[in-house]
């Protein structure tokens, strides 16, 4: 059977999250858009006590499952389909405002992915603590950003102490400076264990706040998502205790385990970036359609296109486009739910939302003219915090390619 209406649970957290978005970030929008690196620090508190008061803890999935676990036949599985709901919801809001929802954000998405159980118990436990924390994940490097392989940060064994040693520099890291700075957080650091082993040689490692060798040496100054903090993290001789190396403490010579680790996170985040992207768009389409209502414009569904003026198709066409991402979001969610392998699934909804708010944003300020443009209203921002959509996690061009090598049977090195 294929249902397409919201779970019950869903569609109540929906609707407590719209008076969230409506009350805690919209006000505040510009705000925080005009003074980057200001901290909105009552909506993370807020945040953080009302998470804790759902027991929702953090932005990890719900029914965070345990190793080999089936799921549930009496209750299917929901979690990723909530988080995409609930994402798309505070997107609408403001997406920079909740990129810095308290939670683990990506940094816990690797954990949940690559690591074993105690290690989520370890380091998932502290989101449910009553201060905000934050966690983050490093991969990107000046040299590797869409190509991962080019990682040189290293992570070598101090036998003797049984420390992993980490050294290097990453770059553009989302939520970077409050999970090291702002809170007792962590950021996952991709590193090699052997840098001539390429993709084979990456390993993911959990470097807490307050850890001495680590430091947050820059944030980026952005176009769009500007309440959020993008860092650069300098790791000097940083050591780590063995054991956070995410998943298996086995270090095999040469395995692929690390890159699968990273694409995994990926796979269950990537859906989520996209809900992100379309809580975007759905803002700007949603604001264009009051405005034009205001003008005494209403759009005439049930005509035939050739009946239609042309701001009217031009609505219309940005609603399918809307529609048509979001299914896709849907679906790849639902496999994750379901645990059905989505690398397909995750990588197309994740480009196909990139393209549709990066056009639906930009059709808004088009359509509204003078006023899209102006900072009177939050369509021209919107259109600055939509292109993000298609950079982090992965481009639209190397998401292309990923969707390509899976419907066309290719290994990453058969096409590239
Ligand atoms: C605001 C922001 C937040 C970010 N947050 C994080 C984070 O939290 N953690 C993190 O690790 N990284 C983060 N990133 C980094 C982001 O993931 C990378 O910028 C992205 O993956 C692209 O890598 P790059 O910058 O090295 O660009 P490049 O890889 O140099 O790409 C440049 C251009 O070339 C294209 N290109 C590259 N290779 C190919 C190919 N094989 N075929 C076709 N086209 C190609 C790309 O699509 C792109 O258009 C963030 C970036 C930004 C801007």
Known sequence: MIEFEAPKPIAQQSFALKTVAENMMRPFSRYFDENEHEIPWDYINFMQMAMRATGAGSLAPRESKKEGEEPRKDRPPIGYQSLAFMLETLAWGDVGIYLVT??????????EATGNPEQKQK???RFKEEKPTFAAMAMTESQAGSDTSAIRTTAVLDQATREWVLNGEKIFVTAGHKALCESAGFVVVWATIDPHAGRAGMRPFVVEAGT??????????????????TASIVLQDCRVPFDNILGSPEIEAVSTTGFKGAMATFDATRPLVAAT?????????????????????????????????????????MEVMLQSAWLLVIKAVWMADNRKPNPLEASMCKLRAGDVVTKITQKAVEIMGPLGYSREFLLEKWFRDAKITDIYEGTGQINRLIVAR???????????
């Open 212 to 229: 001495p060798g680590v430091q947050v040496t820059k944030l980026e100054h952005k176009m769009g998502i500007r309440a959020s903090d």
């Open 102 to 111: 308290p939670g683990g954000g990506l940094g816990a998405a690797a954990v």
């Open 406 to 416: 899976n419907v066309l049977g290719y290994s990453g090195r058969e096409l590239r």
């Open 123 to 125: 380091f998932l436990a």
């Open 277 to 317: 992207g379309i809580g975007v768009a759905r803002a700007s389409l949603d604001l264009v359609k009051e405005m034009l209502a205001q003008q005494g414009v209403t759009i005439r569904y049930g005509l035939p296109r050739q009946k239609l003026t042309s701001i009217e198709r031009d609505v219309i066409d």
